[in-house]
Every structure is written in structure tokens, then in C-alpha cells.
């Protein structure tokens, strides 16, 4: 029987724990959800969490193209990226110059994505929705696997998984999880090298009693894939009516460097005290530094407004600043749960109380300086020296939070009724060393969550819910100004479809999400813009079927406003959130006879048109890609050749500005690899 935590066959799950804290079957659940399994992942050869949600509706991912920090991922129109970024049920917070978002997708036994609020379980959230990466753990079985692949950008990546037993009597099982890359990318000069290792050892000495220790270190040495580019050139043609190419660098090959590392080690404990009573404890330590961000940028993301932005009106020089960061970062996060089943006459219980507790301090460090401009973007010279690194940031930020919550899932026939809430109280502390100020904020807040569902003996289950989210930011504005706290409610209805007899599950939604004191980033300015609205429909199926057949579908519709900014922008659409996106990916693989083994897949990507800049200036012209696979098992090893965006499509991905704030997706990227297991 599938775990909530554990591995998938194929490509569908029907239990996840992101959406309840308990091990519920997603059918049950008030509120859309999607599991990205392994096996999916594996079959498409992903590289990122933001590839590995490539095909998930409402999420919106790799929004800043080829962005090796892991940055631009959207649910519902509304960024996450350093929001709402979870791993085993705890957040990993990011900071202005670092995030966790770069974490390796082969360490993850499942991406799962919850759409809407999550507060009164997670406490401060984006009311979007969260991503919660499920670690690869020990499962009691022995198996060992080895797999080696070479592809474009010159990148050779050697990964392993081997677990067992630790004993003779499995009480203790282990897991190892690990990969090596050396390799570089679609851009000019930007290499993306890693180092990536996650131990985990579980003991249970019995049934009741579980402790499951989990680790994780990884380290990058690359560059910056971002590359912010104008409209024109991209979006439109120069004036020569050229256009520049996708691998276009704007920067200095000689100041290029993003270098985080990090790294995790913590404990997740259950204990079954009787047929009524459960207790669970999950901690974390968390830890990232980059103490190496060098990056020479297009000038319409410069924190320095003396500094000239964008395209000379001749169409070829390109004005640029130079910008130098270091960040620090821990976290220590501890849940703290008791769960309890029991029935009160018809009514069936599963009822969670709980209290968590997360800490963060970072050091957080930035300079903008002086470089000379590209005299020809479409022919470019490096070589310009950086002057003037001039701080404009030097700030130690802690912040901490406590939350007590419950939550009651009732059964009732064929009726679930899901209702919780939550109470949070934070504080939030900034000292501002380059003005020897200091900052300091307190927030509270309460939020819930009621939703009704009902399983009909057919497999259809209509649900309707409603949910709150409550986000005390962390850290402040380029004036130094804390910012208030974000709020967001949600409305959805939608009917869940699992057909009896079928592996395979699917969702119909509606919302209707608003989020107010929104925090929006441009570069390295973030400031808030008032009320944003979202409203809009999405659908979802996968399906992995006897006759060989592993399937994807998913459709976003999403109509988003902003109802009140201070800039005048009221009435228009945000940047960069397309109204519709549609994803297919069909996977097909010989059971029997001569081609037993032999399979072949295929993907289709539409990213619809968007608006270039808040004040709706101008579109971002949709497009669609293409991916496919061709793979074969024989006997313990699997050979696998997978290309991406097949036919180099040149694209851009999004826009915030027309000076210098366009960026572009990723072009073709074949790999081949081997694969190994005994």
C-alpha cells in the first residue's frame, strides 16, 4: 500500500500528507493537489525543481528562463520562489542573495504542490501555494543503482541511490543518495557544476515506534543564467532586425560567480501510543552560504538609480552595473504533532494538534559598481573592469515564529469534513549596519481553513473550501523599512475524479484567491504593491496504465489583476503571469513480444502570452515546445536519450520591463544516459 511519504509506481499517487499533515488520500482533500513522482521525473530526465514542475497545472515554472539560482516559480500568478519552498513538511526559507530552490530534484522521492493557502497548517505562507520536496528515504528493501549521462552544454553527471537494511534484523535501514556534475549551460561563460550527497538512516525497533535521521549537503560552483536582456532584440527585433541569441552574455566572464552552499541534518520521530493516539516530531537545521555572487547585469535591474539603465536609442550599446552580494543563512525549524482517531457515534475523527517553532538569522550583503557598457549587444567585447563597488546593503535580519494549530477531519457517510485554524505570532529583527539603525517588527494572526468534500461510489468527488494565509515578510525594503505583513483568502470549488479499477486520478478546480500588501521584486529592489486578485480554472490527469501507457495532462486558466497599487497600475494584469498554459506528456513502453522494453515519450508545452511590465506596456508573445524520450530496458540496466525543447525553440520566458528586463528560456538540451541497478 502506498505511504504518504514514500515511492510511487509510475507516475500516479493517491496519498500525500503535504495537504493535511496526516496520511490522507488526495481524493479527500478540500484543496488541489499535484505529486510529481520519481518515476515522472526520471522519465523526463529533469535537472531542477523548476523542470520537474514543467507540467503541473497552475504552477508556472523557470519564469526567468535559465536561472541556475532555482528562482521563478509561480502558482497560481503569485511567486513562491522565496516563499513557500518546503522540505518534508518544514520550510526552507530563503534571503535577498541565497535560496534553497537550487536543492537537487534526484534527492526527492516526490515534488508535491499544494494550490491555495496553507497557513493554518505551515503558518506564514504565500497564499499561491507551497511545494513540498519529499526526500528519498530508507524503505527496508535492497537495491542499488548507478547512472552516468553526457549531453549538450558539455555536461557529464554521474548519480547514485543504493539502500538496505543495516542489520540482520532491519531495525536499522539506510539510504544514500548522491550525484556529481561538471558541465555548463545554454549561456555563454556560465558553467553549472555540483556536488550533491543525502544519507538517511531509519530505526524502528517495532511497529509503533519510529526515528528516521536525514541529511543533506550540496554545493554549486556556477555563474549567472539569468540574463537580463532588452525587449528589443528579443521580444521585437533591433533595429537591424536582428534578434539576439538565447546563449547571449551580457556580463564579464571574469565577474561571474554564484557559489552557494548548503546544507541540512534532521530527524523525523512517530510514535503509535494505542489505537487512539499518535505523536510525531520533525526538526531541522538548515544552512546556506554564498559568500562568492559576482554578476554584471542589463542596468533595468540596478539597485543605483544614478546609474544610466538599458538600450542606447542606437540600438546596440547596452548600459550595464556591476553587483556583488554575500549571504548567510540558518534555520532551525521543530513541528511538533498528536494525532488522534476516534469516533464520536457516525462520526469518524482524525484530529491533529500541534505547535511549531522556526528561528532564522541571516547575514545578508550587497554592492552595485561601475562598468563599462557593451558598445555592440549584438557583438559583444568583454574585458571592462569593475570600479566603485559602493554597499548599499549590510544588514543581520532574525527572525522567529511560533504557531499552535489544530485541525479535525470528520467522516460521515460519504461527506469529509475538513476545519482547522491557527494562531501565529512573529517577530522580526533587522539591524542596518551601514546606517547603524535597527528595525523591529511583531505580527499575529489568526488563520483557517473549512472545506466539505463528498466521495460518491462512481470515483467523482465534488468539494468546495475556503482559506486564509498570513505572511510577516523577512527583511525590508531598499529604504530599510520592514514590510507589513501579507494577508490572502481563497475561495475554490472543483470535483476530483479517481475511476474505480483505474491508476489514475484527476482534478477539476475554480478559485478565486485575493492577496494583499503584496511584495513584488524587480533585481535587487523589492517593494509591495497593494492587492492582486487571481482568479481563474485548472485541470489536471495522470494516468499510468497496464498497457504501457504513463500520461500527463494539465491546463491552467488564470485571469489576474491588481486591484489597488500606488503606482497607478490599478486594473492592469501583472507581468510575466500567462493567462493560459496547457502541458501533455505521453509516455509508451513495450510489455511484450520482440520490442519488449523498448519506449518512447513525448511532451508538448504551451505557455500562453503575457503581459511584458505592469503597466501592460506591451505582450510577451506565447509559444509552444517540444520534448521527447526514447528509452530501453534490458535486463538490470536502462539506456535513455531525452532532448528538451527538440526543436531549439527561441522563446522568451518573461518580461518586467523593455530596458532591461527580459529573459529567455532555455533553447534545445539532449542528454543521454545509462542506468545500472542490482
Known sequence: MEDASGPVDGFVASRSATGAKTDTPLIENPQSISVVTADQMAAQNVESIGGALRYTAGVVSELWGMDTRGYGLQIRGFNVSDEAFYKDGLRLKG??????????????????????????????????????????????????????????????????????????????????????????????????????????????????????????????????????????????????????????????????????????????????????????????????????????????????????????????????????????????????QTEATF?????????????????????????????????????????????????????????????????????????????????????????????????????????????????????????????????????????????????????????????PGWNSFFTVAAFDLTRENVVRSFGNDRFQTGKIRSRGIEVEGVASLDSGWDIKLAYAYTDMEIVDDADGTGGNTPYGVPRNRLSLWGDYTFRSGRLEGLGFGGGMRYLGSSFGDDANSFEVPSATLFDAAIHYDWKNMKFQLNASNLFDKQYVATCYSRSSGCFYGEGRKITGSIKYRW
Do not use: C
Not at 101 to 126: F, I, K, M, T
Not at 129 to 152: D, L
Not at 261 to 281: D, K, S
Not at 396 to 416: H, P
Open 343 to 499: 469516533d464520536t457515534g457516525p462520526l469518524n475523527h482524525t484530529l491533529l494538534m500541534g505547535l511549531d517553532y522556526q528561528y532564522t538569522d541571516y547575514d545578508d550583503w550587497g554592492a552595485s559598481g561601475t562598468v563599462a557598457p557593451l558598445d555592440d549587444i549584438f557583438n559583444p567585447v568583454y574585458g571592462a573592469p569593475v570600479t566603485d563597488l559602493t554597499p548599499y546593503m549590510n544588514t543581520d535580519t532574525r527572525q522567529w515564529q511560533v504557531g499552535i494549530y489544530a485541525q479535525d477531519q470528520i467522516k460521515y457517510e460519504n461527506w469529509v469534513l475538513t476545519f482547522g485554524g491557527r494562531q501565529d505570532w512573529t517577530n522580526n529583527r533587522t539591524l542596518h549596519k551601514l546606517s547603524d539603525g535597527a528595525s523591529e517588527q511583531s505580527d499575529n494572526a489568526f488563520t483557517g481553513r473549512a472545506g466539505l468534500v463528498y466521495l460518491s461510489d462512481t470515483g467523482l468527488a465534488p468539494y468546495v473550501s475556503y482559506s486564509t494565509s498570513f505572511y510577516p515578510e523577512l527583511g525590508t525594503g531598499s529604504d530599510g523599512t520592514p514590510f507589513e505583513p501579507e494577508t490572502g483568502r481563497q475561495y475554490e470549488v472543483g470535483v476530483k475524479y479517481q475511476p
Open 95 to 336: 534571503s535577498d542573495f541565497a535560496t534553497f530552490l537550487s536543492l537537487d530534484p534526484y534527492g526527492a522521492e516526490r515534488l508535491e504542490v499544494l494550490r491555495g493557502p496553507a497557513s493554518v497548517l505551515y503558518g506564514q505562507n504565500s497564499p499561491g501555494g507551497i511545494i513540498n520536496y519529499v526526500s528519498k528515504r530508507p524503505t527496508g528493501e535492497t537495491f542499488r543503482e548507478i547512472e552516468v549521462s553526457a549531453g549538450s552544454f558539455n555536461r557529464y553527471q554521474t548519480q547514485f541511490d543504493m539502500g538496505g537494511k543495516a542489520d540482520d534484523d532491519g531495525v536499522l535501514s539506510y539510504r544514500i543518495t548522491g550525484l556529481l556534475r561538471d558541465g555548463e549551460t545554454n549561456v555563454d561563460f556560465v558553467n553549472d557544476d555540483r556536488i550533491f550527497i543525502a544519507p538517511s538512516l531509519k530505526w524502528q525497533p517495532d511497529a509503533d515506534t519510529s526515528l528516521t535521521l536525514l541529511a543533506t549537503y550540496q554545493r554549486d560552483r556556477t555563474g549567472w543564467g539569468i540574463q537580463f536582456l532588452p525587449a528589443d532584440g528579443t521580444v521585437f527585433p533591433g533595429l537591424d532586425g536582428k534578434r539576439l541569441p538565447n546563449s547571449r552574455f551580457v556580463g564579464e566572464p571574469a565577474f561571474d560567480e554564484f557559489n552557494p552552499t548548503l546544507a541540512m541534518i534532521g530527524y523525523e520521530f512517530e510514535h503509535r501510543v494505542n489505537e487512539t493516539w499518535l505523536v510525531r516530531q520533525n526538526a531541522r537545521y538548515s544552512y546556506l552560504y554564498n559568500g562568492e555572487q559576482l554578476g554584471v547585469f542589463g542596468g533595468g535591474a540596478n539597485p543605483n538609480p544614478d546609474l544610466d539603465p538599458g538600450l542606447d536609442p542606437d540600438g546596440h550599446t547596452y548600459h550595464r552595473y556591476a553587483d556583488a552580494g554575500r549571504s548567510k543563512l540558518g534555520t532551525f525549524a521543530i513541528d511538533n
